[in-house]
């Protein structure tokens, strides 16, 4: 593999999450039957299209999302609304209730998104997300469960010439059980137990070898330029296979990870935005990372020649990378900000909150929640987001993380 084909990967495997993605908001609206004229992915020029049914399916060439076109996105609106602007125009809300509207064939006012009741609304907004949620956890399980990784076990599988295990007769294929008296049930635990010892003090090393106990005198040195006590010894591996809870366990870190990342993400940009005048100053590596990033990182692991790194071994970190892709996905689109599919959900949950209140109050329902009123916010997001990928992109070919 070369690091052209790492991209190539990557690439796919964004488009298929994608098109999965826009799927898990086409099914459940045809199955509560909104009429949905397009599904894409990509945004910009169309790269070719073909009608399947009511739906025009096709790519366009701006490979950096997708969409389904649901007709009525936008209710009416109530009465007495703001309609003109000061210029005497249609203000851009009016605007886009009158383009909504105008989608809807005639006789087919029932089939409009926001005709639909609250709970069919919220499946088809937030079916997307779960399946990128679906798609990190299924990759996370096939890494982790089915191509498995390598543990280091107590055994030892070499010992280093000159080092004090040499010099007190530690033999390959010896497992360690303890250190100085105090039992030691994993590799870490050996590691641990020796590092905290006193370089050049004498200590017990109990190994089993053919299967006796045996206790050897061992003298640790410090670790070149540390304080760390070290006796040259390296673990034997075994290939592990995680557990479901050890996958759930992967999968709950992961998202604490990228929550942090997101609630921090004006920071992480303002961050990033001022590195870029700082060129003698090596970018952060837990900075934020845009899609030529993250082709790098794909690019890298590809071209990986490391010894003991081959194709299971990319497989399982590029299986990992597209995990962790379709969590901040998964993520990324809950934020409850219009366009993205948190911000409808919110809206449908507030018009939900408002019809109870009004009929405890013994008033009519006030009808679907008017969403085109928040399209000066709606821009403002999308040119935000436009703006961060930009940056990103031009930070991750100025300055790369890697």
């Known amino acids: 593999m070369d690091y052209l084909t790492g991209i190539i990967a990557l690439v796919l495997g964004l488009l298929v999450s994608i098109a999965l993605h826009e799927l898990g908001h086409l099914i459940p609206a045809k199955r509560f039957d909104i009429l949905c004229t397009q599904y894409f992915i990509g ?84 079916s997307g997300t779960l399946v990128n949620l679906a798609l990190s956890f299924l990759c996370v399980l096939v890494a982790l469960s089915a191509i498995g990784y390598e543990l280091p076990t107590r055994e030892v599988a070499t010992v280093s010439p000159n080092s004090p295990a040499a010099a007190a007769g530690v033999m390959p294929g010896d497992i360690i059980t303890g ?60 290939r592990h296979y995680a557990t479901w809870g050890e996958v759930t366990n992967y999968q709950w870190e992961t998202g604490k990870g990228t929550a942090k990342i997101l609630l921090a993400l004006p920071v992480k940009l303002w961050q990033t935005t001022i590195g870029l005048f700082q060129p003698n100053q090596p970018r952060d590596p837990n900075s934020l ?60 949950i507030y018009e939900g909150i408002r019809k109870w209140v009004r009929r405890a109050r013994g008033l009519d329902d006030g009808g679907p929640v008017d969403l085109a009123a928040m399209l000066p916010v709606t821009a403002t997001v999308v040119i935000a987001f436009i703006a961060m990928t930009v940056l990103l992109i031009v930070a991750d070919i100025l300055k790369p993380v890697l």
């Open 43 to 126: 945004f910009g020029p169309k790269i070719f299209s073909r009608q399947i049914g009511e739906t025009e399916v096709g790519m366009k060439w701006v490979l950096l999302g997708g969409y389904v076109k649901m007709v009525g996105m936008y209710a009416p609106g109530h009465p007495g609304r703001r309609t003109i602007n000061r210029k005497g125009e249609l203000t851009a809300a009016e605007e886009a209730r009158l383009a909504s509207n105008e989608e809807i064939p005639p006789g087919q006012e029932h089939r409009a998104f926001y005709a639909k009741p609250i709970w069919q609304r919220l499946i088809v907004m937030v």
């Open 179 to 238: 250190w100085n008296g105090k039992p030691a049930k994993t590799w870490d635990e050996v590691i641990s137990q020796v590092a905290v010892s006193q370089p050049g003090k004498p200590a017990t090393l109990t190994v089993r070898r053919d299967g006796k106990t045996q206790t050897i005198q061992v003298t640790p040195k410090a670790m070149d330029g540390q304080k760390r006590a070290v006796i040259g010894v390296i673990a034997a591996t075994e």
């Open 289 to 348: 990372m845009g899609i030529v990033g993250m082709g790098q990182v794909a690019g890298s692991i590809a071209a990986s020649d490391s010894v003991g790194y081959g194709f299971l071994e990319k497989l399982r970190s590029f299986l990992l990378l597209f995990g962790s892709l379709n969590m901040t996905l998964f993520m990324f689109n809950l934020i409850p900000l219009m366009p993205l599919d948190g911000g409808q959900a919110v809206g449908a």
